[in-house]
Structure formats: C-alpha cells, structure tokens
C-alpha cells in the first residue's frame, strides 16, 4: 500500500497547480518541482499529471524566449544587442531571457531515463515528441526548415527536450522504437507545417534508426489497413533524404532484400509496399530503383520469377501492374536503364513486352500532348545517351527497338541528339550484326505524329563532316594510318540505306529522303573522295616510278660499259626487319580499305544519281565531280582483281555518262581530264615512256677528255681543233629500249570506252562536237605552237619550217603509244579526225623526211617491224579509217612495207603529201546519211590521176608481189565503175593471177 503521506502530497501538489492563476513565477517555483518530480519518483501512476505540469513549465520557458528573443527571419539566429558600462566600454548581450526552471526537470529525466527502468524511455520519448510539436506550432513563425532549427535550438527548453528524446532513442530497442516513431508521425501528421525542424534534428543524429523505423512502420500500416495513406511517413522521409540519401538507400536495400528473400509472413509483402509507397514521392521512387539497378543479376532476375506468383496470388497487388507505368515515367534518373533493362527479359516473359508497350505508347502520347514528363530529364543525359547508342547495336530486338523508340521521343525535344544518333550508328559496322540496320532505318523514318520532327540533313552533315576530319587527320600523319576507318563503315551503311530506299522495301522511310540529304550534302561527300584519291594517286605514282626506275636500271646495267653495278647503291637494303615488314603490311591493308572506300562513295553517287540534270549543282561542285570521276577511272585501271577493275569501270563510266548528258560543262571537264591524264598524269597505265633524269657518268678522272687534251703537245695543227682526243661521254647514246612500248591493249580499250560514254548523247549532232573535241584536245597537248595549226596541208618546203615541232609531235606518239589509238578512235567519228591536222601534218613530214634520209646509206634495207615502218602504217591506217585518203590510196598502208626507203618517200611525198595539200581535210567534204552518219563520198569526188599514177608505176613494177593488191586498187573499182560486161575482156597475159581472180568473179 502507498504510504499516506504521499497521498496527501498528492492532493497539495494538485491543489498548488490548480490554484494558481497562470503566474510564471509561481508556477516555475523550486519548490513545486522539487514536489513534482518527488511524486514521480514515488508515485509513477500519476505521471500523467506531473508530465502535463512539466509541460506547463515547459511553456513558460519557451514563452518567454518567444516575447523577448530578437531573432533574423532569414537565419534564425539571435541579433546580439550592444550594452553600455563603465568606461564607455560596451558588451554585447542578448535580448533573449527564459527561466531556467526546466533545467532541472530536464536533469531529473534524464538520470530517470539513464538510470532508471527501460519502459521510462518510451514514455519519456514519446511525451517530448509530443510536447516539442505543440509548442513549436503553438508559438511557431513562418520561416525556412534551417532558419526554424537554428530558431527552436536557441530556446534552452526545446533543446532540453530534444536532448531528452535523444537519450530515450539510445535506450530504445526496435520494438520500443516502433512506438516513438509512430508517435513521431502522429506528431508530423498533426503539426505538418511547423515539426519538419524536429524530424530535421532527430534524423540528422538518427538517420539509420529512424528511416528504417518509418519503413517498418509504414510496412505495418499497409499490411493491417490497405488501402492507407502515407503522407506522413513520406514527409519526413523526403526531409531526411536530402541530408542522408545514401543512408535511405542502404534501408531500401535492406528491405528489398528481406522482400527479395522471405522469411516472415510480413516479408511477402514488402514488394506490394515498395510499389505502393513509391506512387507517393518520386524521390522515393528514384532512390528505390536505384537500389533496385545496383542489385538486379541474373540470379535476382530468376528470384525474381519465382517469387512474382506468391505476389500475384496476394490480393494487395491485384491493382498494382497499371501503376508501373505510371512509376517509370517519373524517374528524372535510371529511367531509360530500367526500361532497357527490362527489355533484355522481353524474350524470356511475356508481361515485359506488355510493359514495355504500354510505357513507350503514354511517354509518346504525353510528348505529342506537350506535357512534362521527368523522364524526358534522364532521357536528354549525356549517360543515357551513350547507353541507349550501345543498346541500338544490341542483337536483342526488343532492347534495340525500345532504344530506338526512347531517342526520337527525346529526339522531338532535344533535335541535337537526333542528329548526334544518326552520326554515331552511321559510324558502326554491322557486318556481323546486320540487324543493327534497323536501328538506323527506324531513325531515319522519324517520330510518327511530330510535326515538326529534324531532319536527317544534319545529321548527316555532322557525320560526313567527322569522316573528312578524320581522313584528312591520316593524310597529315596526326593518326595512325592503318587504324580502323569509320569512314568506310559509314559510306557502306549510306550506301546500303540508300539502295534500300531505292527499292522502297521500308515504308517508314520516306521515299527520297535519305537521297535528297545525300544531295544536298555533296559538297562534303566530294571532299571526302577528293582526299581518299588523292593517296591513292600518290602510291600509284611511286609505284609507278620505283618500276620505271627498276626498269631502266636493269637496261643500262646491260648496256653499261664497265662491269661494276653503281644503281645498286640506291636500293634501300632489306635486312629482313620485322617492324618494317609489319609497316608495310600494315599500309597495304589500309591503301586497300582507302580503294573500298573510294568505290563505295562512287557507288552512293550512282545510287543517288549525283549530276543529273534534275538537280541543281554548283559549278565547281560540276568541276571536281568530272574531275574526281575521271580520278578514279585511271585508279580504277590499277586495280589488281579482274572483277573488282571491271566492276569499278563499270561503276565509273555510269558516273561519267550521266553528268556529260546532263550538264556539257561536264562533259568538257570529263574529256579534257581523260585525255590530259592518258598523256601526262596517268601515261604508264599505257606505255608511256619517259626520258629518266641522266645520271653522272661516272668517268674516272684520267679518262676524262679535258685531262686526256691538256696531254696533248702544241703542233702546228693544234690550233685547227680543241678537241684532239677521248671520246665525249660514253659516245653515242644507245637507243632506248623501253620507247615504243605497245600499250596495253585492256587499259586502252577501257579508256576508248571511257570516251565513249562521256560523247555519248541522244542527240546525234552534240555527240560529232565531243569528239571533235578530243581531236582539239589532242592538238592542244601534244601541239607545241600556237602558230600554224590550221587544217591545210602547206607546201612541201614550208616543213622546214615547222621541222622542231614535227620532231616534239612525232617525239610525243613515241613515248605515249595511247596517242595512236586516241587518233584511231576519232577517227572512225568522221570528221572529228580532220581537226587534228596538224598532228597528222608532223607525222607524214618526219616520216617523210627520215624515208629520205635512208637513201645516204645506200646499203641499209628497210626494217618492216622497224619504228619508222609502224609509224609510217599507222599514219596511213587513220588517214584511211578517217577517209581523208580516198582508194585507192586508202590501202596503202598494207602495201607500203613492200617498197624501198626511195619508194616510200617518194609515195608519201607525190601521192599522201600531194593529195592533202590539195584537198584540205575539212568537216565540209562530209555529209550526213540516213542513220545520221558523217560520210565521205569517194564515187562523187574521183581521186585524179596525178596522186595515183606514182603508186600504180611502182606497184607494176612489184607486180609478183603486189599483183592481188593491184587488182583491188586499181582494177576491180574500174570494173564496178564500166559494169560487168566488161570483165571478161582483160587481157590474161597481164598476169595470171589477175585472170584467176577475174574468172572467180
């Protein structure tokens, strides 16, 4: 039984509080705490009446601050007042003054707390939670959660029973924590607007305990009542997240872990919560997928799965697979790592499809709608982007097209990353992941329902713009050439897309789209294959040269009078050195992925039909296409495969044709480009030859000829002759074995083709002008006067004249063979031939005169296969071909090799010389047939006699020989002429081989 003495204290006690009138001073005195706390020691039944007197003084304390305290709205913090004493001197001293009473009460709690039962703890927590928020909303001001902290912590009360509630929460098990916490939410549902300060101080020293508190709590809530609201238990989580965010992240992954892995009854529903918490905050949300992604493997993945029917069979979670779609496009971080994430398992289960589906359709609907949406934040980073790129190349087609979907959704608000999309699946190469195409070809069709979506233009202006960086960077050494080209990946991917948008097999892409980009971004696309041919052209040429060097250093090692070696010296030695080996290996490679790249770009342009008389192209972009085109011709010609050469000139004369037909100004470029290269750049693609610089003789010094005539006496003849011995040089230069060379007969052909195409024209009239043009092409190069090059032939004599411009031209057809099947080709495109008079002037004019000068040795006989003779056929063949040499003179040229030196010249003189004189080869002496053909009518202008008479006194004097070819020329046409009555009238004694062909007739 209790004691009667303490009843009776009791009763006083009562009696005292409620007697008194609200009176600071009475109600703070020593004597009733003494009292108070007394009866709580000795009666603890009765606390509830001494915990609600220590509220009262609790009050009074914070009263007085309250009326007296100077504070700053802003900080919270005392303006210190300045106070005058003695001396002038001043101290500052704050305006503030509370009565310390609570100091002891406070004391008393605290050693019943650390001393006393357990149970004091919870029942001491739980009063000051509640007593700290109705004092702070009773006598609260509007300020900021810090300002307010910084305010309350000022007050010596409401530190003192925040002090109290952390001692209570150290003594506190999990289960007695669970009490304080849900009286701490009580007390933030009720004071939401002045307790966030509190829950601010209390997590700041108890984050771990009280976070994971909340969540256990919330756990319960939602298991015994659902459905319930958290408002309270999400507003003290997001103030405590700001300050300790990974802290909230460790207890998410503690309890996803305890969900994850059920071992309670409660635990099983731990994942129905978390999604169920999560629609309350995002910045729950976002830190719970974070912890989520940092713990999801295929191991969790699989839990995963099995775990999904013991949540689908509970009935909290029947609603609950709407609401992921709704939580996905709330997170401003992880968001698009989560979708990919999920559609990696889209193969596997089914829902994440549906998922899927559903997510991308509303994030779509609410950016065509403009709304806001935060997962479009996490969709513009520069991580997710790089992310969603390498998912685009991925083999999974769910993961690749959910990629794809999640950047044109963002595409429509932020264009850069369109277009930063396009360049970088451009880059990549998918011969091993053809479906990667897809990616780009989804791109490309754009955002369906956007008006105004980017175009690809600049995109890929940007990625075209990157390639030319990047080869002119190899071109100047700054990298490393034999590195892996993007360049080459990217044209490949151009080109493959464009053939596709060509045959229309994608009816997401527009038709033209990806065309008219390409078209409009020439420009850069000739840039590009200007700098890759340009290497080419340059180890084309070395090459070139190391084998005419090598060439003609073997011929004078042959031909060299002393026996030592001396080229050898200017061979680079090869000792067998691995880096160097790996080197050239190395550029082999890489000058091979520099041709792939030249043919793939030629390629992009057939396939988009660049210079077509449809589009509208700069004149210097007309220029450097004819120019690059007829580049990679002559590249074309070197190529090593048969079907890859055949394939390229086939891809380049398509080129060539269509921009000559389109535009002349590229067909001027064209022929003028193919004929300046055949003679000078590109002439060892058709036997040119070419004098190499002369070498020092390498003469010893006593064989030299000054020192050999300083030897020499003065005599009385000495003075007649400054050279009286030795031999200049090495005498007389020996003929050149390399002149002459033939030209290759497939190089030949192809470029003959080549010209074909580019004078190739429906109308009939422009094509005779394209060769007429390469006929004054031919006399620009190869002439080298301006004076004298008209269409006449002049006299005889006047060849002296002209003999050192002969000799350059005839000089010329030696050292490059392609001049003659150049003049053979213009020559069968009558009357291109008769402007290149000039040429066909210096070639009868030397060969003429050099017949006569074989007369001075009387005893050298004509070489049939000899330069002079093959020249000399030549000559008459195209005068023939080109019907500027009517018959019978027309067949001179299978003839000529009968006659004598003295003959030959005197038939080139009397009868080819004498007959263009007369008749000046002229365009007028041709007329036009049916078929449009330019021909020369032999019948309506019958050579006269003088220009025959010569040619048929030698043949009958060769008649034993030339008795067929005489019958041809001279006897059968007059037969056809007088009618074949008369054929049987020729005498037989003529010759009996004449009879016998005239019989067979």
């Given at each position: 039984?209790?004691?009667?003495?303490?009843?009776?204290?009791?009763r006083?006690?009562?009696?005292?509080?409620?007697?008194?009138?609200?009176?600071?001073?009475?109600l703070?005195?020593?004597?009733?705490?003494?009292?108070?706390?007394?009866?709580?020691?000795d009666?603890?039944?009765?606390?509830?009446?001494?915990?609600?007197?220590?509220?009262?003084?609790?009050?009074?304390?914070?009263?007085?601050?309250v009326?007296?305290?100077?504070?700053?709205?802003?900080?919270?913090?005392?303006?210190?007042?300045?106070?005058?004493?003695?001396?002038?001197?001043?101290?500052?001293?704050?305006v503030?003054?509370?009565?310390?009473?609570?100091?002891?009460?406070?004391?008393?709690?605290?050693?019943?707390?650390s001393?006393g039962?357990?149970?004091?703890?919870?029942?001491?927590?739980?009063?000051?939670?509640?007593?700290?928020?109705?004092?702070?909303?009773k006598?609260?001001?509007?300020m900021?959660?810090g300002?307010?902290?910084?305010?309350w912590?000022?007050?010596?009360?409401?530190?003192?029973?925040?002090?109290?509630?952390?001692?209570?929460?150290?003594?506190?098990?999990?289960?007695?924590?669970?009490?304080c916490?849900?009286?701490l939410?009580a007390?933030?549902?009720?004071?939401?607007?002045?307790?966030?300060?509190?829950v601010?101080?209390?997590?700041?020293?108890?984050?771990?305990?009280?976070?994971?508190?909340?969540?256990?709590?919330?756990?319960?809530?939602?298991?015994?009542?659902?459905?319930?609201?958290?408002?309270?238990?999400?507003?003290?989580?997001?103030?405590?997240?700001?300050?300790?965010e990974?802290?909230?992240?460790?207890?998410?992954?503690?309890?996803l872990?305890?969900?994850?892995?059920?071992?309670?009854?409660?635990?099983?529903?731990?994942?129905?919560?978390?999604?169920?918490?999560?629609?309350?905050?995002?910045?729950?949300?976002?830190?719970?997928?974070?912890?989520?992604?940092?713990?999801?493997?295929?191991?969790l993945?699989?839990?995963?799965?099995?775990?999904?029917p013991?949540?689908?069979?509970?009935?909290l979670?029947?609603?609950?697979?709407?609401?992921?779609?709704?939580?996905?496009?709330?997170?401003?971080?992880?968001?698009?790592?989560?979708?990919?994430?999920?559609?990696?398992?889209?193969?596997?289960?089914?829902?994440?499809?549906?998922?899927?589906?559903?997510?991308?359709?509303e994030?779509?609907?609410i950016?065509?709608n403009?709304?806001?949406?935060?997962?479009?934040?996490?969709?513009?980073?520069?991580?997710?982007?790089?992310?969603?790129?390498?998912?685009c190349?991925s083999?999974?087609?769910y993961?690749?097209?959910?990629?794809v979907?999640?950047?044109?959704?963002?595409?429509?608000?932020?264009?850069h990353?369109?277009?930063?999309?396009?360049?970088?699946?451009?880059?990549?190469?998918y011969?091993?992941?053809?479906s990667?195409?897809?990616?780009?070809?989804?791109?490309?069709?754009?955002?369906?329902?956007?008006?105004?979506?980017?175009?690809i233009?600049?995109?890929?202006?940007?990625?075209?713009?990157?390639?030319?960086?990047?080869?002119?960077?190899?071109?100047?050494?700054?990298?490393?050439?034999?590195?892996?080209?993007?360049?080459l990946n990217?044209?490949?991917?151009?080109?493959?897309?464009?053939?596709?948008?060509?045959?229309?097999?994608?009816?997401?892409?527009?038709?033209?789209?990806?065309?008219?980009a390409?078209?409009?971004?020439?420009?850069k696309?000739?840039?590009?294959?200007?700098v890759?041919?340009?290497?080419?052209?340059?180890?084309?040429?070395?090459?070139a040269?190391?084998?005419?060097?090598?060439?003609?250093?073997?011929?004078?090692?042959?031909t060299?009078?002393?026996?030592?070696?001396?080229?050898?010296?200017?061979?680079?030695?090869?000792?067998g050195?691995?880096?160097?080996?790996?080197?050239?290996?190395?550029?082999?490679?890489?000058?091979?992925?520099?041709?792939?790249?030249?043919?793939?770009?030629?390629?992009?342009?057939n396939?988009?039909?660049?210079?077509?008389?449809?589009?509208?192209?700069?004149?210097?972009?007309?220029?450097?296409?004819?120019?690059?085109?007829?580049?990679?011709?002559?590249i074309?010609?070197?190529?090593?495969?048969t079907?890859?050469?055949?394939?390229?000139?086939?891809?380049?004369?398509?080129?060539?044709?269509?921009?000559?037909?389109?535009?002349?100004?590229?067909?001027?470029?064209?022929?003028?480009?193919?004929?300046?290269g055949?003679?000078?750049?590109?002439?060892?693609?058709?036997?040119?030859?070419?004098?190499?610089?002369?070498?020092?003789?390498?003469?010893?010094?006593?064989?030299?000829i000054?020192?050999?005539?300083?030897?020499?006496?003065?005599g009385?003849?000495?003075?007649?002759?400054?050279?009286?011995a030795g031999v200049?040089?090495?005498?007389?230069?020996?003929?050149?074995?390399?002149?002459?060379?033939l030209?290759?007969?497939?190089a030949?052909?192809?470029?003959?083709?080549?010209?074909?195409?580019?004078?190739?024209?429906?109308?009939?009239?422009?094509a005779?002008?394209?060769?007429?043009?390469?006929?004054?092409?031919?006399?620009?190069?190869v002439?080298?006067?301006v004076?004298?090059?008209?269409?006449?032939?002049?006299?005889e004599?006047?060849?002296?004249?002209?003999?050192?411009r002969?000799?350059?031209?005839r000089?010329?057809?030696?050292t490059?063979?392609?001049?003659?099947?150049l003049?053979?080709f213009?020559?069968?495109?009558?009357?291109?031939?008769?402007?290149?008079?000039?040429?066909?002037?210096?070639?009868?004019?030397?060969?003429?005169?050099?017949?006569?000068?074989?007369?001075?040795?009387?005893?050298?006989?004509?070489?049939?296969?000899?330069?002079?003779?093959?020249?000399?056929?030549?000559?008459?063949?195209?005068?023939?071909?080109?019907?500027?040499?009517?018959?019978?003179?027309?067949?001179?040229?299978?003839?000529?090799?009968?006659?004598?030196?003295?003959?030959?010249?005197?038939?080139?003189?009397?009868?080819?010389?004498?007959?263009?004189?007369?008749?000046?080869?002229?365009?007028?002496?041709?007329?036009?047939?049916?078929?449009?053909?330019?021909?020369?009518?032999?019948?309506?202008?019958?050579?006269?006699?003088?220009?025959?008479d010569?040619?048929?006194?030698?043949?009958?004097?060769?008649?034993?020989?030339?008795?067929?070819?005489?019958?041809?020329?001279?006897?059968?046409?007059?037969?056809?002429?007088?009618?074949?009555?008369q054929?049987?009238?020729v005498?037989?004694?003529?010759?009996?081989?004449?009879?016998?062909?005239?019989?067979?007739?």
């Amino acid at each position: 039984m209790l004691k009667q003495h303490v009843l009776v204290e009791l009763r006083q006690f009562i009696q005292s509080v409620s007697t008194i009138h609200r009176s600071s001073s009475n109600l703070t005195s020593i004597g009733l705490i003494r009292a108070s706390l007394h009866l709580l020691d000795d009666l603890p039944s009765c606390r509830e009446i001494i915990f609600e007197y220590f509220a009262l003084v609790a009050e009074v304390g914070v009263q007085s601050y309250v009326n007296t305290a100077n504070v700053d709205p802003q900080t919270g913090l005392i303006i210190q007042q300045p106070q005058k004493m003695a001396g002038n001197q001043q101290q500052q001293q704050p305006v503030s003054q509370e009565d310390p009473c609570f100091e002891m009460i406070q004391q008393a709690l605290d050693n019943m707390v650390s001393k006393g039962p357990s149970a004091w703890a919870t029942v001491i927590a739980s009063w000051s939670l509640e007593l700290v928020g109705s004092l702070s909303d009773k006598y609260s001001k509007r300020m900021p959660i810090g300002a307010a902290c910084n305010y309350w912590l000022n007050c010596s009360t409401m530190r003192g029973l925040l002090a109290l509630v952390s001692v209570c929460f150290r003594k506190l098990t999990n289960a007695e924590a669970e009490s304080c916490v849900e009286t701490l939410l009580a007390a933030y549902q009720r004071y939401s607007m002045t307790f966030d300060w509190v829950v601010a101080r209390l997590g700041g020293c108890f984050p771990s305990k009280i976070i994971s508190q909340i969540l256990q709590c919330s756990l319960k809530r939602f298991s015994e009542n659902y459905p319930c609201r958290f408002d309270s238990e999400i507003g003290i989580l997001e103030y405590l997240c700001f300050a300790h965010e990974q802290v909230l992240r460790v207890c998410v992954r503690d309890l996803l872990e305890d969900g994850f892995q059920p071992k309670k009854k409660l635990d099983a529903l731990i994942v129905p919560f978390v999604l169920e918490f999560c629609n309350y905050s995002d910045i729950l949300l976002q830190n719970t997928v974070s912890v989520f992604l940092e713990m999801y493997n295929d191991e969790l993945r699989c839990n995963i799965a099995q775990k999904a029917p013991l949540w689908m069979a509970n009935r909290l979670f029947a609603d609950m697979q709407p609401s992921l779609n709704n939580l996905i496009l709330r997170l401003k971080m992880n968001g698009a790592k989560a979708l990919i994430t999920v559609s990696k398992m889209s193969e596997q289960y089914s829902w994440c499809q549906d998922f899927l589906e559903y997510s991308l359709q509303e994030l779509e609907q609410i950016v065509l709608n403009a709304r806001v949406c935060p997962l479009m934040d996490d969709l513009a980073t520069e991580e997710t982007k790089y992310m969603l790129w390498k998912s685009c190349l991925s083999t999974n087609i769910y993961e690749q097209q959910t990629a794809v979907r999640l950047l044109l959704v963002v595409s429509t608000q932020h264009n850069h990353i369109y277009y930063q999309t396009i360049s970088e699946l451009l880059r990549k190469s998918y011969a091993l992941n053809s479906s990667g195409l897809g990616a780009i070809v989804r791109m490309i069709g754009g955002q369906s329902g956007v008006v105004e979506f980017p175009e690809i233009k600049s995109g890929i202006q940007m990625v075209l713009e990157d390639a030319l960086l990047q080869e002119q960077l190899k071109k100047a050494r700054l990298t490393k050439s034999f590195d892996e080209s993007e360049a080459l990946n990217i044209f490949k991917n151009l080109n493959t897309l464009t053939k596709m948008e060509k045959k229309n097999n994608f009816c997401c892409i527009k038709q033209h789209q990806l065309r008219s980009a390409l078209n409009e971004s020439l420009p850069k696309i000739l840039q590009i294959l200007e700098v890759t041919l340009e290497k080419l052209v340059l180890r084309m040429d070395a090459e070139a040269s190391v084998r005419s060097e090598e060439k003609f250093r073997d011929l004078q090692n042959q031909t060299n009078n002393n026996t030592i070696n001396v080229y050898n010296s200017r061979k680079k030695p090869r000792l067998g050195i691995v880096a160097d080996i790996c080197e050239e290996e190395e550029e082999i490679d890489y000058m091979s992925k520099r041709l792939m790249l030249a043919h793939t770009i030629i390629d992009i342009l057939n396939t988009i039909e660049a210079g077509s008389k449809s589009q509208v192209i700069k004149t210097t972009e007309i220029l450097k296409m004819a120019i690059l085109s007829v580049k990679y011709f002559y590249i074309s010609l070197n190529e090593p495969s048969t079907t890859e050469r055949m394939a390229a000139i086939n891809r380049v004369l398509v080129l060539l044709q269509r921009q000559c037909r389109a535009r002349k100004s590229s067909r001027s470029a064209c022929l003028r480009e193919l004929v300046e290269g055949a003679l000078f750049y590109y002439g060892y693609l058709f036997g040119q030859y070419e004098d190499p610089p002369m070498d020092e003789l390498l003469i010893p010094e006593n064989e030299m000829i000054i020192v050999q005539n300083q030897k020499q006496s003065f005599g009385p003849n000495s003075n007649r002759s400054i050279l009286h011995a030795g031999v200049i040089g090495r005498g007389l230069r020996p003929e050149n074995a390399l002149a002459g060379e033939l030209c290759p007969p497939e190089a030949q052909t192809l470029l003959l083709k080549a010209l074909e195409m580019c004078c190739s024209d429906i109308d009939r009239q422009v094509a005779i002008e394209s060769y007429s043009t390469i006929s004054l092409l031919l006399v620009e190069m190869v002439s080298t006067d301006v004076m004298y090059n008209g269409l006449p032939f002049p006299d005889e004599e006047f060849t002296k004249v002209t003999m050192e411009r002969d000799l350059l031209i005839r000089r010329a057809f030696i050292t490059s063979p392609i001049l003659w099947s150049l003049l053979g080709f213009i020559s069968t495109h009558r009357p291109a031939l008769c402007f290149s008079s000039v040429l066909l002037r210096a070639l009868c004019a030397t060969c003429l005169h050099q017949w006569r000068a074989k007369n001075v040795n009387k005893f050298e006989t004509s070489n049939a296969s000899g330069e002079l003779m093959e020249t000399t056929k030549n000559l008459l063949k195209i005068l023939a071909m080109g019907q500027l040499l009517p018959p019978p003179l027309s067949n001179l040229h299978n003839i000529i090799e009968h006659f004598e030196p003295q003959e030959i010249a005197l038939l080139l003189k009397e009868c080819v010389w004498s007959y263009m004189k007369d008749n000046v080869p002229s365009p007028a002496q041709f007329h036009v047939d049916n078929n449009g053909l330019q021909w020369r009518n032999s019948q309506l202008c019958k050579i006269p006699p003088q220009y025959v008479d010569t040619l048929r006194n030698l043949m009958q004097k060769k008649l034993s020989k030339l008795g067929q070819h005489y019958y041809q020329m001279f006897i059968m046409p007059e037969y056809v002429s007088n009618g074949m009555s008369q054929l049987h009238n020729v005498p037989a004694s003529i010759n009996p081989t004449l009879s016998d062909h005239a019989i067979e007739i």
